[in-house]
């Protein structure tokens, strides 16, 4: 049993909302919210699933899943924070190992539960196994090699989430795309603290480029869109066609998307150091949002794509208010 450090402080008091939202990096749930929207839109694309309030609580369960994963990721870390991190609510005595375990429990429970609100057994066939990766990320795969993979597969199923009220098949390209992203972002995280190295980088930044191209130049015909969704033959001809307006969104998402991570990787691979790998890792996840809103516009959803356009100007006025209070940005490990 690893022993406590010294500097792990003990707080009698309960912590406030600050110090609660420091630890489940609130702001951060803007970058997740998209799965879910994104796999919706790709589910319903071409078919005639009508889109319900209750599908509302799809992206409240993906931040409520999220949320609890930061919390269980200090949780887990909080021997390792002591020493590298002492400013962390843990650590530095704020919030109790003790309430960081019951935050990651409840947000998952209500995660799960907003999940079945939203979509019946079928999302809580998909909310159940995210929930147990996300667990299983935080308290036992993360420094092992297969921590990325389990990592890589929470966003997966997190898209498959939000596909759970029409057809998921339609969203496993969405899926698969933000699945390879998180993979890498989660690879070059590790390198936050000693440094990355070149190979590592230039292979996330390659992907990056062919994650970009893939959404961009791939945007379904309309006779696509209704093969995806499993539509009869006799519905091809009154498929809904993918409008100019939405395949240049695509491109220009896309676009936004690589110009976002791809600058900050590419300074990792020339140089390798902990601070230009925490740059990369920040920038990776801000960009989930414009690589969700690309997804969105593919399957047709414009209006999917310009509540994530204002998602992302929300999360970079957050940004800049916390750089202007000299807050640190946000890392996922």
Not at 76 to 81: A, K, L, N, P, S
Not at 86 to 107: K, Q
Not at 127 to 135: D, E, F, G, K
Not at 170 to 176: E, I, N
Request: hydrophobic letters at 50%; a positive charge; proline letters at 7%.
């Amino acid at each position: 049993m690893t022993p406590r450090p010294a500097n792990v402080r003990q707080r009698a008091q309960p912590p406030g909302l600050a110090d609660l939202a420091e630890l489940v990096r609130a702001p951060a749930a803007l970058s997740v919210v998209g799965d879910t929207l994104a796999g919706l839109a790709a589910a319903r694309a071409g078919t005639a699933v009508p889109f319900r309030a209750r599908h509302l609580l799809l992206p409240v369960a993906s931040a409520c899943l999220y949320l609890g994963g930061m919390a269980l990721n200090d949780y887990g870390d909080r021997h390792v924070d002591a020493v590298e991190r002492p400013e962390r609510p843990i650590p530095s005595g704020r919030v109790t190992p003790r309430t960081a375990l019951a935050v990651g429990a409840t947000l998952t429970a209500g995660g799960v539960a907003a999940a079945g609100l939203a979509g019946g057994r079928r999302a809580v066939a998909v909310a159940l196994p995210l929930a147990a990766c996300v667990w299983t990320y935080d308290l036992v795969a993360k420094d092992r090699a297969s921590g990325p993979f389990v990592m890589a597969a929470c966003r997966g199923l997190d898209v498959l989430l939000g596909a759970t009220p029409g057809r998921m098949r339609s969203a496993l390209p969405a899926a698969a795309g933000l699945t390879a992203h998180t993979l890498g972002v989660t690879v070059l995280s590790r390198g936050e603290v000693h440094g990355t190295t070149p190979e590592v980088a230039g292979v996330v930044a390659a992907g990056t480029v062919a994650g970009a191209v893939a959404v961009a130049a791939t945007v379904p015909t309309a006779t696509r869109v209704a093969a995806l969704a499993d539509a009869p033959a006799s519905a091809l001809s009154v498929a809904p066609t993918v409008s100019p307006a939405a395949r240049w969104t695509t491109v220009a998402a896309a676009a936004a998307y690589a110009a976002a991570v791809l600058p900050g990787q590419v300074r990792a691979a020339a140089r390798p150091t902990a601070a230009n790998a925490r740059t990369a890792t920040r920038s990776g996840i801000q960009a989930m949002v414009p690589l969700q809103a690309a997804w969105a516009a593919r399957s047709g959803s414009l209006g999917t794509a310009a509540v994530l356009a204002g998602v992302a100007a929300v999360g970079q006025g957050l940004r800049l208010l916390g750089r202007a209070r000299g807050r640190a940005g946000v890392s996922i490990t």
